[in-house]
């Protein structure tokens, strides 16, 4: 009786990563997004909440301000003077005169959720219409105002985001974590737009409309929640307005060179997803095609069909590597140096996910943050400071 139910298993394992392995491959080659290159040139505010001196700081905040744009304001915003990444803010807008560039110092406290205190700190000094916020890690090209903010011209157009591909900055950790966003993270998002789904709202880029973020209650409103960039999504949409994907794809930096920072990141976007959406985050194990089709080969029966299966499914994985990680780059030797890494990434989410279940708590900026069922964070374990931690400490704001 145990064989049986192992070879049931193991059969059901094969056939379900043959089939996720071949749709996601799908979704990769035909979901591109909304297209637009041109639109009303409304002017912008790009908001930029700041924390820490990354490695490419500098590079990733002077892309932001070299665009192709008619009009356009950029908003640094820090929350403490002793903050690297001030003296970077501060370089990039003398290296660009010409721009309209604030920064903004301030350290008042609105909530939970740091990144979003910031943003409500900075939005005081946005001065147009439209907003587009988008996290510190970001590169993009001169066209990306453009192209992203386009689709705001449509009333119907709530909010508009993109998704982002990888650069890593040294070391194997860096390249993991690369394949954890290009080859499971985007793919996925893409099949979920293949089947019609645009519960969308990711950091890399967030743009509307200011009159829209007032009507759905402002950053306020968020200041406490875990996926603050989804929620924004998410109220736009209850507020009767779509979620547009653009084609634009933003460059992110994997930084973290070490197992343990690595390993946290994830973890909290894992859990993140387990909190929005539980019954599909039960079933994603699915999509760690290598090391499920592996086990699925181990319970099941040796025969024609399970070898067909699995050398399906691992061919279909070889195939989404190289398409993502090489043939999008003409990398095709990183690819090939890249490629034993796969199963050891697959195994790596299949243990995360497994992770995942254990508790509410996530690890961001180096703090411990405990959050329930809703998304909404307790309290912070691992530092003073939070809102219940005593008097807010006196603003400072500079230009």
Known sequence: MILVLASAIGWLLLCATAAYSVLVLLAVYTVR???ARQGAAVGVSILKPLYGAEPRL???????????YPTFQVVFGVQDTADPALAVARQVKLDFPERDIDIVINSRVHGRNRKVGNLLNILERARHPWLVIADSDIEASRDYLQRVCAPLAHADVGLVTCLYRSRALGGWWTHLGGLFIDEWFVPSVRLSYLFGSRRFGFGATIALRRET????GGFQSIADELADDYRLGERTRRAGLSTVLSDYIVTTDVAE??????LARELRWLRTIRMLNPLGYTFAFVSFDAAIAIIGALLAPVTPATRTLLALTLATRAVLHFTVTAGSRGH???G????PLVPLRDTLNLILWGMGFARRRVVWAGRNLDF????LFRNDTSEPGHPEAGPTPPEHTTT
């Open 336 to 339: 090939l140096l890249t490629l």
């Open 372 to 375: 329930d069922n809703k998304g």
């Open 332 to 334: 095709f030797v990183r």
């Open 213 to 216: 973020l007032d009507v759905i």
């Open 257 to 262: 060179t070490s197992p343990r920072a690595l």
């Open 58 to 68: 500098y590079e990733n905040l002077r892309s932001f301000c070299d665009q192709n």
């Open 33 to 35: 997004g909304w297209h």
